[in-house]
Every structure is written in C-alpha cells, then in structure tokens.
C-alpha cells in the first residue's frame, strides 16, 4: 500500500496531461472526469485500503469480536470505557455508534468498487471489473457474515432510481455472490487489460484468481451445516479452479502510515489507555503454551513493572515461561468481579502509586502497534485449515487431512514474520508441524484440533472477525460466555450486530423484512448458515 496518495495523484495528473494538448481537455477538473480522461485503476488502491480498514481497529473488530471471541481480554467496564463492549458484552457511550461501523464502511466501500467497475466497463476493462467483482464479494459477504441479510441484489443502484433497495436473505445473498465470483473469475484473461496500481499483487491476474477462488472455497465452508450440498460444489470449484498454495499467495494487504494509510488496529493499541487495558486471553495463551507454540514469543510480552510502564510501549518480556492470558469477564472496580479475584491471580507489579493491578498479564507486541503492519485479508494458512476441515468430512479433496493441517500450521507460523518482527523459519515450523499432527481417531477431534488453529491462527494476525465467524461456523474452540451485570447479550456471546439504527429512516420497509425473516434483531439471532454449534 506505499505512497497510495502519490499514486492516486500522479494518475490522475498524468491521466489529465496525456490528453491531446487541448486547452479545454488539460483543464478538465479530475474530480468530475469521465471515463474518458479518467483510469478507473486509481481507484483500486483506495478500493483495497478500504476494505482493510473495514475489517481492523475501531470499525468494530477490537470493539467487539476481539474479546467475544476470547483471543483478547480488558478488566475494562463501561460508560467511556469502550472494551466493555468486547469483554462483558456491556454497552460504552458510543456502542450505537460502533454498532454500524461496519455497515456503513461496507456499503462505502463496496459502491467505490462499482464506480470503479462503471467506469472500466466504459473502457472495455474486463479484467478490472472482475477483480472488482472479487472485491465487492469480499466486502459484502463480509457485511453480510455481521449483520446477516442485507441489500444485495438491489444495492448499489441508487442511479437507476432504487434507494430502497430490498433486503435479500442471506441465503439469497450468498448463492448470489458465490455465482457471481464464479462468473467473475472465469472471464479473466491474461492477455486482456492489465490491472495497474495494484497494491495487493501487483497486477499479478493469476494470483488475483487464486484470491478469489480461495474466497470461494471460504464461502462454501461455511454452509457446510445449513446446505452441505452447495457447500461442496463451491469446494470442488474452488479447488479446481486454483486457491492459494503457499504464503507468497495470501492477501496481505501494506500499510502505509506516511501517506496516511496506516493499520487501524495499530492505530487503536497505540492510544495509552488500550496499550494498558488490551492483553491477550488466558484461552489464547494457555493454548499456545500447552504445544510449546513458537508464535507465543513473537506476539506477547509482560510489561516492565508498574502502572506507567504498563501504559508505555517500551519493549517488555517475550520468554514464553511468564506468559500469563488474562481471564474475560473481570473488572478493578473492587467487588466480586474485580481481577484479583480471578483464580490464579497473578499479584500486581510496581509500588506505592505505581502499581498496575493487570501488570503480569500479557500484551500485544510492538508488531501490533506498528502502524506500518500489514492487514491480513485471507491466509495460505487459513486456507489449508480449511482444506482439513473438508477432507475430515468426507468431501472430494486432492489431499489428506492430516497433509494439509500440517501445510497449515507451517503456513501460519512463516507468516507471522510478515509482521515485521521477530520470524520463524521454514525449518522450525516444518519441525513443530512434525512433532504436533493432526489427530485422527476420529472427526470430532480432528474437526477441534483443525478449527481451534484456525481461531488461534486469525486471532495472532488480528482478524478477529474471521475468528468469530468460524467459531460461529465450527463451534470450535470451546468457550464459556461472560455473563456480566448488565451486558447487552443475555448472557450469551453475541453472534452477530445489530442493524444501524439509521436504517430504520433510510429504508425502513426492507429492515422490517429482514428483521422479520431472521426472528429478530438482537445480538443472539444466528444468521443464516450460523447453525449454532
């Protein structure tokens, strides 16, 4: 994503100055420049950056699915303390707002890919709107998998006289976006239109299918409970097709702070009261622990001691020995929830009033807090987790299960040095892999072990929303919901957002039968292929 500014500028400068030497013509203002004059591959950088902000920071992710997920934990409580949202399912001052972050960036986002595709169909831009076609299936099914139905087939059609677009069922949507990603995957052609200013992959069209089919076998996977059927087609698709088959294929998406594209997580866990109040779960780190995982040393560190070092990023300890995941639920309000109450309370560290009460507890690294970190999209690793999770049920795979769960945890542990700081080699994963395989007695088992790596594995890369919606697909890791004075949720981990409240004035007929078409518009409705494991 480096100097995406100076990217966009200079297209547009140069789209403009490459005119025939007109008068009329170089001054055409570029922000109402027609197809014409104007290169519809400048919007792609901001297309993919927009997307990555939708799915990190404050949009949602650390706000909500960080901590209902269980990879992260805050003794935060509510009022302005935000990570209540998170922890204790309690609403802060500002959850409403929170709430529809993720709507409204979506739709944001997925119309720039349509003004995008409008103007490369003017062009005769066939493999830009493909990959436009890959985007707006990425972004929606994304909104889609929060909130649950949404406008689909009529959205984004507001020139053609629809601004009230109706609410498809999820169902509907999805069998619609698989459809068209398989369409748009198809029509690509190397040797038409190169993609330019392409912050992903460079213009690479034969990675930029493995992307999308690896979507879509993402996609299939998570009907593999309400319409195991479709939900193999889709895989056999995908792998036929080409998803990814090694790390140099995964979406990992460049920050660029400089130009003022910076990681939103790393944005968020750089404000003082989230460098003290974020630390990793005790779920988390006790998994990582129980196999010797070698990622723990590189994701978590112990504060130096006392209350203004905890609120500091000053580098702290990484021996994997004293890591320590702190349990969700607890609070330092005093009373029966206060986090010296919590078994195995570890004790304070500082003195006098320096002490911080969480200080032995463990944090995110400095890579979380680089605001230059990479936004990881969609993984080899993920991938080939999922190819295990196929394989354990029975589907038509090229591989094994036990073949790919270990390609997997390879995969996962390589890329965590996409981060930027300390990495695993080859060797050292191959050999962890080796020594930690897949058990296979039986599915159940394998079916855990496979989909625990997959919360573990998006967890670590901070794409905690990817890691609720497979636990919302697989049941998997086994987690004990937090049920705090006044949360929102009945005590239940939330399985999905509630709808903006917006929507209720905008198009107020198609939320009414979306809502009546879910049961419901709580923080417990189960979208649709949501089978409640």
Same mark, same amino acid.
């Given at each position: 994503?480096?100097?995406?500014?100076?990217?966009?500028?200079?297209? $547009?400068? =140069?789209?403009?100055?490459?005119?025939? /030497?007109?008068?009329?013509?170089?001054?055409?203002?570029?922000? @109402?420049?027609?197809?014409?004059?104007?290169?519809?591959?400048?919007?792609?950088? %901001?297309?993919?950056?927009? +997307?990555?902000?939708?799915?990190?920071?404050?949009?949602?992710?650390?706000?909500?699915?960080?901590?209902?997920?269980?990879?992260?934990?805050?003794?935060?409580?509510?009022?302005?303390?935000?990570?209540?949202?998170?922890?204790?399912?309690?609403?802060?001052?500002?959850?409403?707002?929170?709430?529809?972050?993720?709507?409204?960036?979506?739709?944001?986002?997925?119309?720039?890919?349509?003004?995008?595709?409008?103007?490369?169909?003017?062009?005769?831009?066939?493999?830009?709107?493909?990959?436009?076609?890959?985007?707006?299936?990425?972004?929606?099914?994304? $909104?889609?998998?929060? +909130?649950? *139905?949404?406008?689909?087939?009529?959205?984004?059609?507001?020139?053609?006289?629809?601004?009230?677009?109706?609410? #498809?069922?999820?169902?509907?949507?999805?069998?619609?976006?698989?459809?068209?990603?398989?369409?748009?995957?198809?029509?690509?052609?190397?040797?038409?239109?190169?993609?330019?200013?392409?912050?992903?992959? &460079?213009? #690479? =069209?034969?990675?930029?299918?493995? =992307?999308?089919?690896?979507?879509?076998?993402?996609?299939?996977?998570?009907?593999?409970?309400?319409?195991?059927?479709?939900?193999?087609?889709?895989?056999?698709?995908?792998?036929?097709?080409? $998803?990814?088959?090694?790390?140099?294929?995964?979406?990992?998406?460049?920050?660029?702070?400089?130009?003022?594209?910076?990681?939103?997580?790393?944005?968020?866990?750089?404000?003082?009261?989230?460098? +003290?109040? $974020? @630390?990793?779960?005790?779920?988390?780190?006790?998994?990582?622990?129980? #196999?010797?995982?070698?990622?723990?040393?590189?994701?978590?560190?112990?504060?130096?001691? /006392?209350?203004?070092?905890?609120? !500091? %990023?000053?580098?702290?300890?990484? #021996?994997?020995?004293?890591?320590?995941?702190?349990?969700?639920?607890?609070?330092?309000?005093?009373?029966?929830? *206060?986090?010296?109450?919590?078994?195995?309370?570890?004790?304070?560290?500082?003195? /006098?009033? *320096?002490?911080?009460?969480?200080?032995?507890?463990?944090?995110?690294?400095?890579?979380?807090?680089?605001?230059?970190?990479?936004?990881?999209?969609? %993984?080899?690793?993920?991938?080939?987790?999922?190819?295990? *999770?196929?394989?354990? @049920?029975?589907?038509?795979?090229?591989?094994?299960?036990?073949?790919?769960?270990?390609?997997?945890?390879?995969?996962?542990?390589?890329?965590?040095?996409?981060?930027? /700081?300390?990495?695993?080699?080859?060797?050292?994963?191959?050999?962890?892999?080796?020594?930690?395989?897949?058990?296979?007695?039986?599915?159940?088992?394998? =079916?855990?072990?496979?989909?625990?790596?997959?919360?573990?594995?998006? !967890?670590?890369?901070?794409?905690?929303?990817?890691?609720?919606?497979?636990?919302?697909?697989?049941?998997?890791?086994?987690?004990?919901?937090?049920?705090?004075?006044?949360?929102?949720?009945?005590?239940?981990?939330?399985?999905?957002?509630? +709808?903006?409240?917006?929507?209720?004035?905008?198009?107020?007929?198609?939320?009414?039968?979306?809502?009546?078409?879910?049961? &419901?518009?709580?923080?417990i409705n189960n979208v649709w292929w949501d089978a409640g494991n």
């Open positions: 994503m480096k100097k995406y500014i100076s990217i966009f500028l200079t297209g $547009v400068l =140069l789209a403009v100055s490459s005119c025939d /030497g007109d008068f009329d013509d170089i001054n055409t203002d570029p922000n @109402r420049a027609n197809g014409d004059v104007f290169d519809p591959n400048l919007i792609l950088p %901001t297309v993919s950056y927009n +997307y990555g902000n939708m799915m990190t920071g404050y949009t949602g992710a650390i706000l909500f699915q960080s901590m209902w997920v269980q990879v992260m934990a805050s003794t935060s409580t509510g009022g302005a303390n935000y990570y209540s949202n998170a922890d204790k399912y309690v609403a802060s001052g500002s959850t409403n707002s929170y709430i529809q972050s993720v709507w409204n960036d979506g739709y944001s986002a997925a119309s720039r890919v349509f003004q995008m595709q409008a103007l490369a169909e003017e062009k005769g831009y066939a493999n830009l709107i493909a990959v436009g076609e890959i985007w707006k299936v990425l972004t929606l099914s994304f $909104v889609s998998d929060v +909130y649950g *139905d949404l406008p689909y087939s009529e959205a984004l059609r507001a020139e053609e006289g629809i601004t009230q677009p109706k609410y #498809d069922s999820q169902a509907e949507a999805y069998m619609a976006m698989l459809s068209g990603l398989e369409g748009a995957l198809s029509s690509i052609n190397e040797s038409g239109d190169q993609i330019k200013n392409d912050v992903l992959y &460079g213009g #690479d =069209l034969t990675k930029w299918k493995k =992307l999308g089919y690896s979507i879509m076998l993402r996609m299939a996977m998570r009907l593999v409970e309400v319409d195991p059927a479709t939900a193999q087609t889709y895989v056999q698709k995908a792998i036929a097709g080409g $998803v990814f088959t090694s790390t140099a294929d995964e979406a990992v998406l460049a920050s660029d702070q400089t130009n003022g594209y910076s990681n939103s997580s790393a944005n968020a866990l750089n404000v003082t009261d989230d460098v +003290y109040e $974020v @630390r990793w779960s005790n779920k988390l780190i006790d998994f990582l622990k129980a #196999d010797n995982d070698p990622r723990l040393s590189v994701i978590a560190e112990i504060p130096l001691a /006392g209350l203004a070092a905890n609120k !500091g %990023t000053a580098a702290g300890n990484s #021996d994997p020995s004293v890591q320590i995941g702190m349990p969700n639920g607890y609070d330092l309000k005093g009373g029966a929830t *206060d986090i010296t109450k919590a078994p195995n309370y570890p004790g304070a560290t500082g003195t /006098g009033d *320096d002490v911080a009460p969480i200080g032995k507890y463990s944090r995110p690294t400095a890579i979380y807090r680089d605001r230059d970190a990479p936004v990881f999209i969609l %993984t080899y690793a993920e991938i080939q987790f999922l190819l295990a *999770d196929a394989a354990t @049920r029975g589907y038509s795979v090229p591989g094994s299960a036990s073949a790919y769960y270990a390609a997997g945890l390879e995969g996962a542990l390589v890329s965590i040095g996409k981060f930027g /700081g300390a990495t695993i080699s080859p060797a050292a994963a191959a050999a962890y892999a080796s020594a930690n395989p897949l058990d296979t007695s039986n599915s159940s088992a394998a =079916l855990e072990m496979i989909n625990t790596q997959i919360w573990a594995t998006t !967890g670590v890369f901070a794409n905690f929303v990817e890691s609720w919606n497979n636990w919302k697909r697989s049941g998997y890791p086994e987690l004990n919901a937090i049920n705090y004075t006044g949360n929102f949720s009945s005590g239940q981990i939330p399985r999905r957002q509630l +709808y903006p409240t917006s929507e209720s004035a905008t198009n107020p007929q198609g939320l009414a039968d979306a809502i009546a078409n879910m049961g &419901g518009d709580t923080w």
